[in-house]
């Protein structure tokens, strides 16, 4: 290790907490509703695009747009054909509801920074932009040069990175700061697909439900489901006693909203990736369901078939998908996202596969099981799993500064999320979470610790000379 760049980047550790504040500032979530030109996600995220930019610029990179698709943030000698990459993004998903902070108004408590994208991903690429500095101030012998690629479109398909390889060719090797610690070096595949019905126009009744808005991202385990429903007085007393009586959640509420009653099921959020981490409230919310005496006996037995279909959990026995192999555990399933509105239906949801499990099988059965139900199920989303040799160079080289820095004695890790390197050739994903501590990429009141976010970008310095010697 190089003491060097230690104390770099200790000397630029308040510097690096103030660039990240104005980041996290920047409510940097999808919306194609503003899209425009330079802008492909929306005004926001382009904004956040700009912070980044403007941050290469003040630290001495050389910068590029991609049409605001992503950009890169270059230094070192490219007359060296060695190209060493890093892979991060500024988009987030949306804060959800149940924050004690303002998710975009990052706050210091007990030395942790608390605000959206202060772990996932704003954080960690802020410590690899001044792991870059710090490389590059440091006055050692360096090889090739870095590449770091900031993406707009992680959280909700990769096209930023696709828009990219087709004006480039993907880095040699590298890194995301997107996982964990140690060194990850096989993801699991990634499945969505979604279900839509319509229900036929009716002329109301005695009981029914007007609307359900329930997650807000398929990656996330939703943590507020909201269900509104109208009907005669006595029939909205009963609904509000019955859900009084309801013990399969912990906590919930109603709001009388003039003739309506909106029943408000509150569960805990997590990464898709890890649900049993969390507490669906989709799945607690069709628990109730299924037995209200609904006037719409088709949409009564809709919500009774999807019950059937999920509420085994997250492990998917009920689809009958359930499955694991020795290297990534078992298949994890999410119900993400439940909108009923207008008369129409869409539910989606997030499947994450073991490594040596076929997806194109994985989905016929998905597909078959949907159609006894007599429903129709369309993916939108199939990402093949990475996989990457523990005994290779590159694993080995990070796996060796990670130990080296932690005084760890850690193997190569696989995980459920996706990230970047998947997209390209010899990459994985290092850091941020160290073992043992908890993943709260998409969960409120999101955070990262301001001693261990210095101690990231010191590991991604050493990382990045080690790559570059």
């Not at 630290?59 to 943030?73: M, N, P």
């Not at 480039?168 to 699991?188: C, N, Q, R, T």
């Not at 009653?261 to 805990?268: A, M």
């Amino acid at each position: 290790m190089e003491e060097i760049l230690n104390t770099l980047i200790e000397q630029s550790q308040k510097e690096m907490e103030e660039a990240l504040k104005k980041l996290i500032r920047i409510p940097s979530v999808i919306d194609m509703d503003s899209s425009a030109e330079g802008a492909p996600f929306g005004r926001d995220i382009r904004n956040a695009l700009n912070g980044v930019i403007q941050l290469g610029e003040e630290l001495g990179f050389e910068i590029k747009d991609y049409d605001g698709y992503a950009a890169s943030i270059r230094f070192g000698n490219k007359e060296n054909e060695k190209e060493i990459g890093i892979l991060s993004h500024i988009d987030v998903v949306p804060p959800g509801d149940g924050w004690k902070t303002d998710p975009f108004e990052p706050v210091v408590i007990d030395g942790k920074m608390y605000g959206r994208g202060t772990i996932d991903d704003k954080g960690p690429m802020v410590a690899a932009l001044y792991a870059m500095k710090a490389v590059k101030e440091s006055g050692l012998l360096l090889k090739g040069h870095v590449n770091h690629i900031v993406g707009c479109d992680e959280e909700t398909g990769h096209r930023c990175i696709k828009y990219y390889l087709t004006k480039e060719k993907g880095p040699d090797m590298g890194f995301s700061p997107d996982g964990l610690f140690s060194v990850i070096h096989a993801e699991k595949g990634i499945l969505r697909f979604r279900i839509q019905k319509r229900f036929p126009e009716t002329s109301g009744g005695e009981l029914t439900i007007e609307q359900i808005q329930a997650g807000t991202v398929v990656n996330a385990v939703p943590g507020i489901a909201k269900v509104w429903f109208r009907g005669t007085k006595d029939a909205l007393e009963h609904v509000k006693e019955q859900f009084l009586l309801y013990n399969n959640i912990k906590r919930k509420r109603y709001e009388w909203e003039e003739e309506l009653l909106c029943l408000i099921f509150e569960g805990v959020s997590a990464h898709a990736m890890q649900p049993w981490l969390g507490e669906n409230s989709i799945l607690s919310m069709l628990d109730f369901l299924k037995d209200i005496p609904l006037t719409d006996k088709e949409m009564h037995n809709y919500f009774i078939c999807l019950h059937e279909m999920f509420s085994d959990g997250w492990e998917g026995k009920s689809m009958g998908i359930a499955c694991e192999d020795q290297l990534s555990g078992k298949l994890t399933m999410n119900l993400g996202i439940f909108i009923l509105e207008n008369r129409e239906s869409e539910v989606k949801i997030d499947i994450r596969c073991p490594v040596h499990v076929d997806l194109n099988t994985l989905w016929k059965t998905i597909r078959l099981t949907c159609e006894k139900y007599g429903f129709k199920a369309e993916y939108w989303q199939k990402r093949p799993p990475l996989y990457i040799p523990k005994d290779a160079k590159l694993v080995q080289e990070l796996l060796e500064v990670y130990n080296e820095m932690t005084g760890e004695e850690s193997g190569p890790i696989t995980i459920g999320g996706g990230t970047y390197c998947r997209d390209v050739e010899n990459f994985v994903s290092f850091g941020p979470v160290f073992p043992g501590e908890a993943e709260l990429a998409h969960e409120v009141n999101e955070f990262i610790d301001l001693d261990r976010f210095a101690e990231i970008a010191k590991i991604y310095a050493q990382a990045l000379y080690r790559l570059m010697k």
